[in-house]
């Protein structure tokens, strides 16, 4: 490539960590973020170059950049598992920050309860299931994952929801489950199951107050669409 020129002979203005620098993280596009994560670049290509490609390779879309493994990044000639981790990396804490700063400990609607489980599922390829356990005043007492499964679907025992429930002393239930193919809309299989622990519910004195499904596009709450019959 006979006009590669390395990004140490751009000027400073034009180099990504200098303009973080002097201009502020906010002034940096993605591509330049992500140069500075990978750090440096090889013969032929700069960080920035091997950034586009990312992006590229992401369809410029970062919620597909976050679902992206070791070996989806590896695809990329001059990116090697040490780039890949550390961007693997990044992004974990970008999502763990924002699970940290969520501002209530105290679930008073369907929006919270996506809030609250939204970090912990919208970044993942295949489905799993959680449950919020509540005490009287709906403050979380813990969240607990019942299970895990593959991209349409996850078995859920109820045995293991209630089982849980009752350790904690749980007053009662947010329910939810995450659709990695975007789609919002409850399944027969969604509806079947929660009519199910509904049921359930009732004989041991816990109450389900909603049931969330999760994508990377917003939510679907049962409780707000009538659903919890």
Not at 9 to 28: C, H, I, M, V, Y
Not at 55 to 76: G, H, P, R, V
Request: a positive charge.
């Amino acid at each position: 490539m006979t006009d590669y020129i390395s990004i140490k002979n751009w000027a400073n203005d034009d180099k990504p960590r200098e303009k973080l620098a002097q201009q502020g993280r906010t002034s940096l596009s993605n591509t330049e973020l992500i140069a500075i994560l990978i750090s440096n670049g090889t013969k032929n290509k700069s960080a920035l170059d091997l950034a586009r490609e990312i992006l590229q390779l992401a369809d410029n879309d970062l919620n597909n950049l976050s679902k992206m493994s070791i070996a989806d990044f590896c695809k990329i000639n001059g990116v090697g598992p040490a780039k890949a981790i550390s961007l693997i990396a990044a992004i974990e804490l970008g999502g763990r920050r924002k699970k940290a700063t969520q501002s209530s400990n105290i679930i008073k609607s369907s929006r919270d309860a996506y809030h609250f489980f939204q970090p912990l599922l919208q970044d993942k390829n295949y489905e799993k299931f959680w449950v919020l356990l509540l005490s009287k005043n709906h403050s979380i007492i813990k969240p607990y994952q019942v299970s895990d499964g593959g991209i349409s679907h996850t078995v859920v025992d109820p045995k293991r929801v209630f089982k849980a429930a009752l350790e904690h002393n749980t007053s009662s239930l947010v329910l939810c489950h995450n659709h990695p193919s975007g789609n919002l809309n409850p399944s027969k299989a969604d509806i079947k199951l929660t009519h199910k622990l509904i049921q359930a519910s009732k004989t041991l004195d816990i109450q389900i107050l909603d049931h969330i499904i999760v994508s990377n596009t917003g939510y679907f709450s049962f409780a707000d669409e009538g659903k919890l019959k």
